[in-house]
């Protein structure tokens, strides 16, 4: 069973705000990856990372910013938060065969 | 770049009823895999089938690569089937990451 977690799992903030939505996993997976949903809609991936020093950006373009510097932690930035920001942010991580196991999520909302 | 085109996009049941999700794709892949999104939002991975049959409980997948489409069956369904159910692909081939349909969502009456 994996474990992956990810906090806030709600927030709401005021536009203009830095704000770092934070992303851990305790199975030892070199591989993380953030996906963006909208309500009932699909995933799209927005970054991911093959370990430790390694960023990618995904297939839709996103103004938030990642980092890798522990195996576990892949915390994703975004430094002035608008309201067209405002969706779920689901982490994953992997190891063999890329199935993938998914944090809660955080849903975020900028006013 | 892949499409992956999920169907029904809706389908409301009785408890009891069987159901048949159907996923295709526009090219070559060797991963899918076929998730569960709670109405909680939690994603929970069903199946990783690139190719063949699996079988879990009530659920089961097939996926015929050679013709691009899997299918996930659903049999006795409960209410706490409800959601919604996603595949993805890998796409490219390689690139370890995954590409999701828009998912079909179920609902399971009382």
């Known amino acids: 069973e994996a474990d992956i977690y990810q906090t806030p799992r709600y927030l709401v903030i005021g536009t203009g705000k830095k704000i770092t939505l934070e992303c851990s996993q305790t199975?030892?997976?070199?591989?993380m990856y953030w996906y963006q949903q909208d309500p009932g809609m699909e995933l799209h991936l927005i970054h991911y990372?093959?370990?430790?020093?390694?960023?990618e950006k995904g297939d839709l373009s996103s103004e938030s910013t990642v980092s890798r510097i522990r195996t576990e932690h892949f915390p994703l930035t975004l430094e002035s938060a608008r309201p067209s920001h405002t969706s779920q942010y689901l982490c994953?991580?992997?190891?063999?065969?890329?199935?993938?196991?998914f944090g809660n999520g955080t849903r975020l909302t900028v006013t | 770049g892949i499409q992956v085109e999920q169907s029904p996009p809706d389908l409301i049941l009785q408890e009891g009823a069987n159901s048949t999700l159907r996923c295709n794709f526009s090219?070559?892949?060797?991963?899918l895999q076929w998730f569960h999104q709670n109405p909680w939002g939690q994603l929970i991975n069903l199946f990783y089938?690139?190719?063949g049959t699996k079988q879990n409980g009530r659920l089961s997948a097939t996926t015929v690569a050679t013709e691009r489409y899997s299918l996930l069956y659903i049999s006795s369904s409960q209410t706490t089937d409800s959601g919604v159910y996603f595949c993805?692909?890998?796409?490219?081939?390689?690139?370890?990451?995954?590409?999701f349909g828009q998912g079909t969502r179920l609902t399971i009456n009382p």
């Open positions: 994953a991580s992997s190891s063999q065969g890329i199935t993938l196991h």
């Open positions: 199975m030892g997976h070199d591989k």
């Open positions: 990372s093959y370990g430790v020093n390694s960023t």
């Open positions: 090219d070559s892949v060797n991963n």
């Open positions: 089938i690139p190719s």
């Open positions: 993805a692909v890998e796409y490219p081939q390689g690139a370890q990451k995954l590409v």
